[in-house]
């Protein structure tokens, strides 16, 4: 080939691809505005899917009524806030109009009055416009980049439908198209489109780690559509049997014979194979007929090789039978199956019950349990019913023995439970869906109200609703006491007085994250009021629920009644009406100081409530130095605790001396890891003397007061580097002949420049001018609003006037859920921890698929002001929130943990958020309602 044909050749094929470039140039700058950014919130768990905030694309197929077409995970089958944003950021709300049953289409609205400044453009669907080694184009919202174009070639148009795994959704009884290009999240519901810009597939998947990308069929979505233009209800029938495509190659091992095969791929010339019967759901009518690897030959005398024909004859015959021709082991058998409405098995109800979630098994799930489509699906599961192990996507089956078909009749059943009553629940679980599991339940309505959501037939939307209990009245009984009898041995006394506490906490707050279980052993210290000693580490706060177990055999429901406002110590109660005091006993709690070396007696219960003893002795009482949690939680801090030799760490419970009296609670300390997060415990004992304080405190209901320091110990030769004067340095060490340390700041609450108080780095010298070398001293000190601290700071001496804060056993009182957060006032440890101020309100906690999530207001942000008026109180936030529309856009100011601003925009949404707040009042907490309307 001579040189000149060489450039004739190149100058051809570089006009021939300059000119293709400009084509796809064009066809995709044609079709751009029809292209949308579609935004969806799952607020709910529903059918294998979580509650999310997510992005997707979609694209006008119809722009005169505003259709939307895009795929049926992002329709969702389950409620769900949807809109979608133009390509000139116009954005418009989202109505669902139709989602298939079974494969991954569906169907959004809106109004195009609505649309001010563009003109979308409707694309085309061209089901035939596609054929192995086409060029296409993914047009979409890629991994989040709106518009985004990517490239592929399509290389199959007959694999069967991929798998995305169990629990979830997955497409079966179609054929997929395979093409190679790399798509990510927020592509699905793209469109995939040909050089003149027609639809030749839909965009509904990928598979990780490679460059393989699945795509949906447009007939039936071109069938579907086109029945929705004319106003037509869409057909769609089953058998409730699942069919894979299968070679011929493969069929003849299944008994297809040469001459089978020859006259199907003669009737059915561009056949590769048959479909073979993949799965049946048991009980179904099929089931009676069709058996796992049946080929299907006809339906209704029509020889069958693919899907869509198949799929016709079902959508046609719905509510009425198919005759059904299939080969088994060579052998041809003839039948008649009932065709079910595939709609009809969607479920179109969900009801909420202590914050789980729950509706009828829906189809999709029934072929991963293989059961019938009946029985009561946990779409999530929380609580009660998590604490049980009844976990997310089991299925229960039935409730005192009566069989649950639906989500109806689990509603029924519980409603005539009483309020506390234990239930027993019979479940299957998806990893074992062969045999049931059996799990008590304790009906419980305290912190999560029954709501109820319904699909609305004229929209598509959702209509939830709060349920009043109609559960029936426990009747008024008179008890005798529970005889408590104790088959250990009688001369440990102070075993009676062990007994097993049991803490529920029902959501996130103060730096804690989600729902809370936890327990511990605690101390009877007054049989009279039912009060029980135990750590913080077992029962964290006001808010939240207790268990008493006594002997390992009577369990009694009981209450929070004081948190200590420092340190690792509760007091809960129980009902004294119902035990015998007879056989417990209370504890005697020492009034002596610790003594190294002293002979005790460690005792406790282990984790399956055995009561325990080891004899050994005081080694020590140190510094209990904890880490801190990335978030801002409790941890204890400013303490001195005992360290035995040779300690029990299996157990919890007492230091007792030989008179079986308390010398320290023998507690677990929480923290994080060294990482800060993650948690972690410690073992060590917490004198007495704090115990005593703590019942003291309970009782009288005074208020402690703190200097609000974080301290540590460092030696004499430390802060005589620091430069102490000798004097100051030898009336701390003669205060306290046995701990011969000096007090150390090592963090002190922000206050600005100019200001006095005491800060980072002083050496703490006195107390209202008594010299202090112990936490505790400092503490018993401090007990008035006001003292006179003497600190070394830069090698002087400073009398510095400090406010204390005064702290009550009630570490919270009031909790707010708004916009699927719960907010309450900026908690102590935020503010010592992190420096921040006392205003505004404090996003403990937000929920996936919330107006929170998708306007990215998280956990530990501040919101201090709304729409430019100041929020210093949860009175203030109520009062500029509470008479908000549904849908209003407002402005927010927050505040994150370093106090750097920043202004967030929400749109409120009270169809599926609702606001209400959790108020601790004369020791109950009771739930207060600002209801909205739509």
């Known amino acids: 080939m001579s040189i000149r044909t060489l450039f004739i050749v190149f100058s051809v094929c570089l006009m021939s691809c300059t000119n293709e470039t400009k084509t796809w140039n064009d066809t995709l700058d044609r079709i751009s505005t029809g292209i949308v950014n579609i935004q969806f919130d799952t607020p709910v768990y529903f059918d294998g899917k979580r509650n999310a905030s997510s992005q997707a694309t979609g694209f006008v197929v119809d722009a005169e009524r505003g259709i939307i077409l895009t795929n049926r995970h992002v329709v969702t089958p389950g409620p769900a806030t949807s809109v979608a944003i133009f390509s000139n950021n116009e954005e418009v709300e989202l109505v669902p109009l139709y989602f298939d049953p079974v494969h991954d289409f569906g169907f959004f609205s809106y109004k195009p009055e609505t649309l001010q400044n563009i003109n979308p453009y409707e694309l085309t669907l ?41 629990s979830g959704y997955n497409d079966f009884n179609t054929f997929y198209i395979q093409a190679t290009t790399a798509s990510t999240g927020g592509s699905s519901g793209s469109p995939v489109v040909n050089i003149d810009g027609d639809v030749v597939a839909l965009n509904a998947g990928s598979r990780r780690n490679s460059s393989t990308a699945f795509y949906l069929p447009l007939e039936q979505i071109v069938e579907a559509l086109t029945r929705i233009q004319n106003n037509e209800s869409v057909a769609r029938g089953t058998i409730q049997t699942t069919f894979s495509h299968t070679p011929f190659s493969e069929l003849k091992r299944l008994g297809l014979s040469d001459e089978q095969a020859n006259e199907y791929r003669s009737a059915k010339p561009s056949a590769s194979g048959m479909l073979v019967v993949d799965s049946i759901i048991p009980r179904s009518p099929a ?36 005759d059904v021709t299939v080969l088994r082991h060579s052998e041809v058998l003839q039948g008649v199956i009932a065709v079910d409405d595939l709609i009809s098995f969607n479920p179109v109800k969900l009801f909420q019950f202590d914050d789980s979630t729950f509706h009828t098994l829906s189809y999709q799930q029934a072929r991963h349990f293989n059961r019938p489509v009946a029985g009561v699906y946990v779409a999530n599961s929380s609580s009660e019913f998590s604490k049980a192990g009844i976990g997310s996507g089991t299925l229960i089956v039935s409730l005192d023995g009566v069989t649950l078909n639906s989500v109806e009749d689990f509603q029924a059943e519980l409603a005539k439970k009483p309020e506390g009553s234990e239930m027993s629940i019979r479940y299957f679980s ?179 409530g055995r009561f325990e003893t080891r004899e050994t002795y005081i ?142 780095g002083d050496v703490v010298l006195a107390v209202d001018d008594v010299p202090v070398s112990t936490f505790r001293a400092i503490e018993q000190l401090s007990q008035k609003p006001t003292v006179i601290v003497s600190v070394l700071r830069e090698r002087e001496v400073h009398s510095v006037e400090v406010a204390t804060s005064a702290l009550t056993g009630i570490d919270i009182d009031r909790v707010l859920y708004w916009s699927g957060m719960r907010l309450h006032e900026p908690h102590r440890m935020a503010m010592l921890q992190r420096g921040i101020a006392n205003d505004g309100v404090y996003s403990a906690s937000y929920q996936f698929g919330s107006p929170a999530e998708r306007f990215s207001i998280y956990a530990t942000n501040r919101i201090v002001e709304i729409d430019g008026q100041a929020v210093n109180s949860l009175d203030d936030f109520i009062a500029l929130v509470k008479n908000r529309d549904h849908r209003e856009a407002i402005t927010l100011k927050l505040l994150d943990l370093n106090n750097k601003p920043m202004v967030k925009t929400m749109k409120l949404d009270y169809r599926y958020w609702p606001f209400y707040e959790m108020k601790y009042d004369n020791g109950e907490w009771r739930k207060i309602n600002y209801p909205v309307e739509l």
């Not at 919202?141 to 199959?156: M, Y």
């Not at 006394?493 to 707050?509: C, D, G, H, N, Y």
């Not at 009034?591 to 399956?608: H, R, S, T």
């Not at 972690?680 to 703590?694: F, H, K, M, N």
């Open 126 to 166: 061209n089901p035939d416009g596609i054929k192995v080694g086409q060029e296409i184009r993914i047009v979409g919202n890629d991994a989040g980049q709106k518009l985004s174009i990517l490239d592929g070639t399509i290389s199959r148009l007959d694999r069967n439908a991929p798998n995305y795994g169990a």
């Open 430 to 608: 998806l990893r074992d869906p062969k045999q049931t599991h059996s799990a008590s339940v304790r009906k419980d309505d305290k912190w999560f109200a029954q709501r109820e959501c319904r699909k609305n037939d004229e929209d598509g939307l959702w209509t939830c609703e709060f349920l009043d209990d109609t559960s029936q009245a426990l009747a008024a009984e008179v008890t005798e006491p529970h005889q408590i009898k104790f088959s250990f041995d009688e001369e440990w006394e102070i075993a009676k007085s062990l007994v097993k506490v049991q803490f529920f906490r029902p959501f996130a707050t103060q730096g804690t994250s989600g729902v809370g279980h936890a327990s511990g052993t605690g101390l009877i210290i007054d049989k009279e009021k039912g009060w029980v000693i135990v750590d913080k580490s077992s029962v964290s706060s006001i808010l939240g629920d207790v268990e008493v177990i006594f002997n390992n055999r009577l369990k009694v429901e009981g209450k929070v009644v004081f948190i200590h406002p420092l340190h690792n110590l509760a007091i809960v109660s129980y009902p004294v009406e119902e035990i015998d005091s007879d056989y417990i006993a209370e504890a005697v709690i020492s009034d002596k100081p610790v003594e190294i070396g002293a002979q005790i007696i460690q005792v406790g219960l282990d984790y399956d």
């Open 287 to 322: 089931s009676e007929f069709l058996e796992v690897g049946d080929i299907l030959l006809t339906v209704n005398n029509d020889k069958i090789t693919d899907f869509l024909t198949y799929e016709t004859f079902l959508g046609s015959n719905v509510g009425g039978n198919i």
């Open 619 to 760: 080694e020590t009482t140190y510094e209990l130095w904890l880490n801190r949690f990335n978030v801002p939680q409790y941890i204890d801090q400013n303490i001195d605790v005992i360290h035995i030799v040779d300690a029990n760490y299996d157990i919890e419970g007492a230091i007792v001396n030989e008179r079986e009296e308390v010398i320290g609670l023998w507690s677990s300390f929480k923290h994080a890891e060294e990482e800060g997060s993650g948690s972690s415990y410690s073992a060590a004992g917490i004198p007495a003397d704090l115990i005593r304080e703590t019942i003291a405190l309970a009782e009288t209901q005074a208020p402690l007061y703190s200097l609000d320091l974080t301290m540590t110990y460092i030696a004499p030769y430390e802060a005589i580097q620091l430069g102490i004067p000798d004097h100051w340095l030898n009336r701390i060490l003669e205060s306290d002949k046995d701990n011969q340390k000096v007090v150390y700041v090592v963090n002190a609450p922000y206050q600005e420049d100019g200001v006095s108080g005491i800060r980072r």
